[in-house]
């Protein structure tokens, strides 16, 4: 079975510092994988994706991500954080039918 | 720009209660979803649609159920409210054949008393 992993609830880094937040999965065949993000008491917005090519991918707000297909993983970073970055971040993998298996999400706290 | 948009950003509403969810699309988009949202579980399919009147169970459609009349609309109905449905309610639209990405309205927080 397809599955997500977000292997930390929360993760804090000062201001101005590089970010990470992490994600694994596990499916059968090629992986189409997600993220999103999501402010305080909103909807989730798309940032980014990874269907084919590249192994890295830009997105929005300065967000990128690294597919790594021996780890399988698809960690979120930015070169730089601002507290504005601060947010619920979920990551994503397409199944077979389309759809999206979640994962659980990540706190991203920046510091001033 | 794409646009979904859902009926309350918060709802209360007593046990027992019959309680509608309705959610907008703009994008002409064939797929709708309903999920709901709880802290450390992300985001749990409830139903969703892939055409009008076409509907198919998510991952925990017990004590839900939904309406698809038009396209552009997707109705999430729980038929007796009850306070394990307090939950963060969110609606999300996606076209076909134009990748996996869904497009989410704002949410719906709703309290079950």
């Known amino acids: 079975a397809q599955s997500v992993a977000q292997p930390e609830d929360q993760v804090n880094v000062a201001e101005g510092n590089p970010l990470t937040v992490k994600c694994t999965y596990s499916?059968?065949?090629?992986?189409?994988l997600f993220w999103y993000v999501q402010y305080p008491n909103r909807g989730l917005q798309f940032l980014l994706k990874?269907?084919?090519?590249d192994n890295l991918v830009k997105g929005s707000y300065g967000f990128e991500a690294e597919f790594n297909k021996s780890q399988t993983s698809f960690h979120l970073k930015k070169p730089s954080a601002l507290v504005s970055d601060s947010a619920l971040y979920f990551c994503?993998?397409?199944?077979?039918?389309?759809?999206?298996?979640w994962g659980a999400g990540t706190k991203l706290i920046i510091k001033p | 720009d794409v646009k979904v948009t859902q009926s309350s950003r918060y709802l209360v509403k007593r046990t027992g209660e019959k309680v509608f969810l309705e959610c907008v699309q703009d994008?002409?988009?064939?797929?709708m979803f309903w999920y709901r949202q709880d802290p450390g579980l992300g985001l749990r399919l409830i139903y969703f649609?892939?055409?009008?009147?076409?509907?198919e169970k998510g991952d925990i459609p017990e004590g839900y159920s939904v309406s698809r009349e038009k396209k552009e609309r997707f109705s999430l109905i729980l038929e007796s409210a009850s306070t394990n449905q307090t939950s963060m309610y969110l609606c999300?639209?996606?076209?076909?054949?134009?990748?996996?990405?869904?497009?989410f309205g704002p949410g719906t927080r709703l309290t079950v008393t």
């Open positions: 994008m002409d988009h064939e797929n």
């Open positions: 999300a639209s996606r076209g076909t054949g134009t990748g996996y990405e869904q497009y």
């Open positions: 649609s892939y055409d009008v009147k076409m509907k």
């Open positions: 994503a993998v397409g199944d077979s039918n389309y759809q999206l298996i």
């Open positions: 990874y269907i084919t090519g």
């Open positions: 499916v059968s065949g090629n992986p189409y």
